[in-house]
Nanobody, 123 residues
Framework: VQLQASGGGLVQPGGSLRLSCAASGRSFSGSVMGWFRQAPGKEREFTASITSSGSINYAHSVEGRFTVSRDNAKNTMYLQMHMLKPEDTGVYYC??????????????????WGQGTLVTVSS
């Protein structure tokens, strides 16, 4: 499956952004989707994951500020981000995993990745 992430940009601290991840090339249903992010000089880290039935898991650092959702009919996943902080800056990647029915936190379990979209939180 091909994944296309979009929606990144420059935002001030306390602001909001919504990221999208569009999937093509394979059925979206039955998959587990995830968002990961990578700050400059750091390793890629788990952000959020959602199953096809809507089970969700968040990283502790974003819980209460970020909301992950998906539209299976549109083959699209979203990440609504509120109360953004400078430490949220990084490249955000979406990924898809097949064969699981629970949210996944480990990047090693995902099969395909999008190219990433840059989010910069700065005044």
């Amino acid at each position: 499956v091909q994944l296309q992430a979009s929606g990144g940009g420059l935002v001030q601290p306390g602001g909001s952004l919504r990221l999208s991840c569009a999937a093509s090339g394979r059925s979206f249903s039955g998959s587990v989707m995830g968002w990961f992010r990578q700050a400059p000089g750091k390793e890629r880290e788990f952000t959020a994951s959602i199953t096809s039935s809507g089970s969700i898991n968040y990283a502790h650092s974003v819980e209460g500020r970020f909301t992950v959702s998906r539209d299976n009919a549109k083959n699209t996943m979203y990440l609504q981000m509120h109360m953004l902080k400078p430490e949220d800056t990084g490249v955000y990647y979406c990924a898809v995993a097949y064969g699981y029915n629970r949210p996944l936190r480990s990047p090693r379990l995902y099969n395909d990745w999008g190219q990433g979209t840059l989010v910069t939180v700065s005044s």
